[in-house]
């Protein structure tokens, strides 16, 4: 086998052209290089400067992999198209044979390369038309837009001005830049001018050339085209395809080329490295066509083009091989290495500023905590993960080790638990590093390359898992309503492990839920089924209409239809159902700026499809069988649900003259909205609109102050507490004037209204006013109750501490145990806010001692460095890198140090203390002492590897002995004793990289 690399390949000059440079046509034409695909791609793309497809257009679809050579093609097509009728020198000959066959008719060209349009003739109107109608209908967000303002015959009268030996081309590089920021609903008005040119091409010679990947055609993967869409593109379009090696094959036939010879050089070449690294798997042809370049610089570098303008890889592997062409065959030029060619480029581009951030970051926390004998592979690793990401590929242990080609060079053994190791350690002290996966071999790594991406790769994956048909999303979408009406039956929970939940039950009573809908009625309505409403789940697109018989015979006020969901409005819920379930996604709250706007966006998201479904494309049916669209709301929002649905679905109409205002109805608005029975008088009414405003204030206030949740906890006393039942009816009986309030708001009934509250205090105002007292009560303990009951849990489930102080009031506190409705009395609940007053500050103490010795950077570092800096761990690293050693201590060392730096907390654990008995890093104080057995575990660990290999290197000390007295001659005395302290009884010696050297070659002979 061939030695150097320079020895299997031979290097061909090659200059790239410049597409932003006048003439490049031209100059393309004379330095393209093709290979047997491009040619027959490239021949029959140029028929369609010839003559129609059989299905009668013009119109070519060039499909392939990212990077596949796409804009190579059309970049041809479009100098072709300008050169034809012209003579053609210095090309190819399989061009001239190309350019020979296009005849006589002169091209203008229509270019789109990136999201600029761009004409060959800026004078001529009819491609100036054509060009302002690409650029309008590419900036254009209306899905319907194209086909309702522009047919193809107006773009044939305008193109008409052209003389019948002309045409134009049009060519797009590429759809996926078009769509990358849109969703299959604004993606339509691209596919319909797609399809309106195809069929221009039909009557009017006009070629169309389009490229996209095979990601974006593929609707499942992309998300950025409906099926619908993709079947338009391709009934429209005739398809070329391109395949994902054609650009290594160009490489290989003219740039890095390799006789018979040196072909099987590098094979030989693949046989060693994957013997070495069992799990790279490497294609031959592909292999060959690109050394020495590892084929995964290929993936990378062919991503990259979209950061680096004018960037050619073919030019870069030429580099690349100049490089590297001294060194041996085996060592390929390697993802790491491509990072410090292209790191000045790359950090250039405006779009990689915070990938390189968070670059910088991992590296400043990293590698100074890293032993010695690991950093540069660690920072190889560090390179390859960054590289990945921005090549938006995903990168494994196995996909990092085979990509820098990280092998034990003495050992020859593979190094995958090593990288593991090293990737863990990563993972513990960078925080910035994006890690999915729990099992360890196919756990991905990357770098985030936008703030808050993590959190986005996160709820896309969990969103993905979610079938299309789980129930959460359809109550989603309605809990979604609750932005849109502050008294929505439904809304998101605010916190504990539920998705949503029931809101403003004062107002709204919810029947059941079914498969078909939710189905509620007014609060204390008693009217009968006239005034309960279906909301119907919404359908998916496709499936079969509501059925209106069914549902008018249903014994229903009122039923209300949502508009179909389609594919886009599925997965917008069911990330919403994600981000608003804390159990899916770990937890995640929104405390950064990013993530408060995820959140915000994704929750936004939902309330306009609410908007959209059930308000602009939903229907009301009603019990008489009437269909009608739903009417919205005439007032800013928020809404209010009762005041906008009530009217409607009420079978008495709120319209007709109001009745006039009496004075018993007077007197007991002011003394219900009195805030004193001194200030009635001033809040009596004198007319109507007073009255009505008056009760209108009432009602909101009522329905904020939501005495529910109250009421349950308090409803749990049991029956010999009289004062607590009492309240209870007291609320209930207020309940009962928010009823008769809210029916005289609706219907203007303000006489007979209050004639039924002054009943329900049998027309007794100091009845009432003491009513009021007893409500003021509950509603003061309503206040109190959640951070009364937060107390007591922290009291109840705090650790226990070795202060006498505090376990005293613990021990004594009587109401520790106590239920929660015991806190409806005023001293209970001031024993409770002094114990908790008392304990806290001397608990908070004790816990925070405790959990900075055992969690706390300033400890741990300083721990771990110890470790790594230490002569034992050095010797271990060294005696690694012997061909007969075990790795698995060294990578278990590893794994506990690691397992240390993630005990690291940064959590405000002061703060947190303040509202919950523990840190959220989980820290008790029974794990004071964990630090030490850590460091224990990792020294047994250590020591243990010394002795097994020393106990090894004994086995063969004779054998060493001998070989080391044939080679006295080159060996240094002091490195003889090292190893004959090494092999022998004595104590340990310090080992160095040139007695491991020696000791291999000593081993090896």
Aim: charged share 25%; hydrophobic share 40%.
């Amino acid at each position: 086998m061939a030695q150097k690399i320079r020895d299997c390949l031979s290097v061909a000059e090659f200059v790239p052209v410049d597409f932003t440079s006048p003439g490049w046509e031209s100059e393309l034409l004379q330095r393209a290089l093709l290979t047997y695909e491009f040619g027959d791609v490239l021949q029959r793309l140029s028929e369609r400067l010839l003559a129609p497809t059989p299905a009668g257009h013009r119109a070519s679809l060039l499909v392939g992999p990212p990077a596949s050579g796409k804009s190579f093609l059309l970049r041809l097509v479009h100098a072709l198209a300008r050169s034809a009728g012209r003579p053609l020198e210095q090309a190819a000959r399989r061009l001239q044979d190309i350019h020979a066959q296009l005849g006589s008719r002169r091209w203008h060209v229509v270019s789109i390369y990136g999201e600029q349009v761009s004409t060959s003739e800026v004078t001529l109107t009819p491609l100036d038309y054509l060009g302002r109608f690409i650029s309008y209908t590419l900036a254009s967000s209306d899905s319907t837009g194209v086909g309702s303002n522009l047919t193809a015959a107006d773009i044939l009268m305008s193109c008409r001005a052209i003389p019948d030996e002309e045409g134009i081309v049009v060519i797009i590089d590429s759809l996926d830049d078009l769509l990358r920021n849109r969703t299959p609903r604004t993606a339509g008005v691209v596919v319909a001018m797609l399809e309106l040119l195809s069929q221009v091409s039909r009557q009017f010679p006009l070629c169309v050339y389009v490229a996209a990947t095979d990601i974006l055609l593929d609707s499942a993967k992309g998300h950025r085209l409906s099926p619908a869409q993709v079947a338009t593109l391709l009934a429209s379009h005739t398809v070329e395809y391109i395949g994902e090696n054609a650009i290594p094959a160009l490489i290989g036939a003219h740039l890095l080329t390799k006789n018979a010879r040196q072909r099987h050089a590098v094979a030989q070449v693949r046989e060693q490295l994957q013997r070495k690294l069992p799990e790279l798997h490497l294609d031959e042809q592909r292999l060959i066509n690109l050394y020495p370049l590892h084929p995964m610089a290929w993936d990378i570098g062919s991503r990259l083009r979209r950061y680096l303008g004018g960037f050619s890889f073919p030019a870069f592997a030429l580099k690349a091989a100049e490089r590297i062409r001294n060194r041996p065959a085996e060592s390929l030029f390697t993802v790491d290495e491509m990072f410090d060619v292209l790191e000045p480029l790359l950090r250039a581009a405006p779009p990689l500023a915070h990938a390189f951030e968070n670059y910088d970051q991992a590296v400043e926390a990293v590698l100074p905590r890293i032993s010695q004998g690991q950093r540069l592979h660690t920072r190889m690793l560090l390179k390859a993960i960054l590289m990945h990401s921005l090549a938006g590929i995903p990168a494994t242990v196995r996909d990092l080790t085979n990509g820098i080609l990280f092998y034990d060079l003495y050992g020859q053994k593979p190094t995958y638990k090593l990288s593991a190791a090293l990737l863990q350690q990563i993972r513990a002290l960078a925080k910035n590093v994006i890690v999915t996966g729990d099992d360890p071999e196919t756990r991905e790594y990357r770098f985030p390359l936008h703030p808050g991406e993590a959190l986005t790769n996160l709820l896309d994956a969990q969103a993905a898992s979610l079938s299309d048909h789980d129930p959460r999303l359809s109550l989603a979408l309605l809990a979604a309503a609750s932005q849109l009406f502050e008294d929505f039956p439904l809304g998101f929970a605010e916190g504990g492990d539920k998705l949503w939940g029931l809101r403003c039950t004062h107002l709204w009573h919810i029947i059941r839920q079914d498969v078909l809908g939710v189905i509620w009625e007014p609060a204390q309505a008693n009217r009968g089924s006239d005034y309960q409403m279906r909301v119907h789940f919404p359908r998916r697109v496709g499936q079969a209409d509501f059925d209106l018989e069914a549902i008018r015979a249903e014994d229903l006020g009122v039923h209300w239809l949502p508009g179909a969901l389609d594919t886009e409005d599925v997965w917008a819920l069911k990330r919403l159902v994600c981000l608003s379930d804390p159990t899916l996604l770990g937890g995640v709250t929104p405390t950064d700026e990013p993530t408060q706007r995820l959140f915000e966006e994704v929750r936004q998201a939902g309330v306009a499809l609410f908007r959209r479904k059930y308000l602009t494309e939903g229907r009301f049916v009603f019990r008489n069988g009437t269909v009608s669209d739903v009417p919205l709301p005439v007032r800013p929002e928020p809404w209010q649900m009762w005041e906008w649905l009530l009217p409607l679905i009420s079978p008495v109409s709120p319209e007709g003259m109001p009745e006039a205002l009496s004075l018993d109805a007077a007197l007991w608005i002011g003394h219900l909205v009195a805030p004193t029975r001194q200030r009635v008088e001033m809040c009596i009414p004198d007319d109507l609109d007073r009255a009505l405003a008056e009760l209108g204030a009432y009602y909101h206030a009522w329905r904020q102050r939501d005495l529910s949740k109250a009421v349950e906890t308090l409803s749990q006393a049991p029956e010999e507490a009289t004062d607590i039942w009492e309240a209870i009816q007291v609320i209930r009986r207020f309940d009962r004037v928010a009823a008769h309030v809210r029916h005289a708001l609706m219907h203007k009934s303000i006489a007979e209204e209050m004639e039924e509250v002054s009943l329900l205090f049998d027309s007794d105002l100091d009845a009432f006013w003491r009513d009021r007292a007893t409500l003021e009560a509950v509603y003061s303990y309503s206040q109190a109750q959640a951070s009364c009951e937060a107390k007591l849990r922290y009291l109840n489930e705090s650790f226990p501490t070795n202060n006498p102080v505090a376990e005293r009031i613990r021990s004594t506190f009587k109401l520790r145990g106590a239920p929660p409705w015991q806190l409806f009395y005023p001293n209970n609940r001031k024993q409770v806010d002094l114990a908790f007053g008392a304990f806290q500050p001397v608990y908070a103490e004790f816990y925070i001692l405790l959990h900075a010795s055992a969690t706390q950077s300033n400890v741990i570092e300083p721990l771990c460095t110890r470790l790594v800096s230490s002569p034992e761990w050095r010797n271990l690293e060294m005696l690694t890198q012997l061909s007969i050693s075990r790795q698995d201590f060294l990578v278990d060392a590893i794994n506990e140090i690691s397992n240390l730096y993630q005990m690291v907390c940064t959590e405000p654990v002061e703060d947190i203390l303040l509202t919950q008995p523990k840190c959220r890093c989980g820290f008790a104080p029974e794990e004071a002492g964990r630090l030490k057995l850590a460091e224990e575990r990792a020294l047994s660990l250590v020591r243990r590897g010394l002795e097994i290999h020393r106990d090894i290197l004994r086995g063969q000390r004779d054998v060493i002995r001998d070989r080391l007295k044939r080679r006295r001659q080159q060996v240094p005395p002091e490195i003889i004793h090292t190893i004959a302290a090494l092999v022998g009884n004595d104590e340990m010696p310090l080992l160095d990289d040139r007695t491991i050297a020696v000791l291999n070659e000593v081993l090896e002979a």
